[in-house]
DNA sequence: CTGTGACTAATAGTCCGTT
DNA sequence: GAACGGACTATTAGTCACA
């Protein structure tokens, strides 16, 4: 059992991304975001709104679903702790 | 071709939610999070992260990637408006 | 091409309550 | 049971200059 405050899509989103061989800068203008935003998500310092999700995986041509998918398999198992609990 | 400016879980959360015939409340100790921003979700007031939507998946007993596809299929063909593109 | 710090504006999310 | 409000804090959105 791991815990761990929240859910961060770094590493998925870094080997989607490099497996359609853009670099974070084709993925900022595709996905209409701002090129050091994807770096931040990318090294796990920022987590992303529901929304972003939805426009990084439309510029990744692949469904949102399928974004998370990957982020459960990462995450599997692993207990969300909220502080405020 | 629809624009919106984000996505928005209301229908889908409160629908979810209703079949498990839960309170806000309920769904709220459920997922650790607060009764009051239940129902701004639910209202589409405001827009999760999304560590917040695998919390509510994993209080409804769902994968987040299947809470997900039930959004994919509310806002399919929209478009993702950035006012800041 | 990417990491990073610094920064402001905006939003996420909580907690008190009333209708 | 749920909508709604205000006030509040924590975190994200988004951009910039620079290494």
């Known amino acids: ?3 761990i405050e929240n859910i961060t899509i770094g590493s998925v989103l870094k080997r989607m991304r490099k497996s359609l061989k853009y ?3 084709e993925l900022a203008f595709k996905s209409g975001l701002d090129r ?3 770096s931040m998500l990318e090294r796990n310092v920022k987590q992303p709104t ?3 999700i939805f426009l990084l995986s439309d510029a990744m041509n692949m469904k949102p679903s399928e974004f998370v998918q990957l982020l ?3 995450f599997e198992g692993y207990i969300i702790k909220r502080t405020t609990i």
Do not use: K, L, P
């Open 72 to 74: 459960e398999v990462e």
């Open 1 to 3: 059992m791991t815990e």
């Open 50 to 52: 529901i929304t972003t």
């Open 23 to 25: 670099s974070q800068e």
């Open 36 to 38: 050091t935003y994807i």
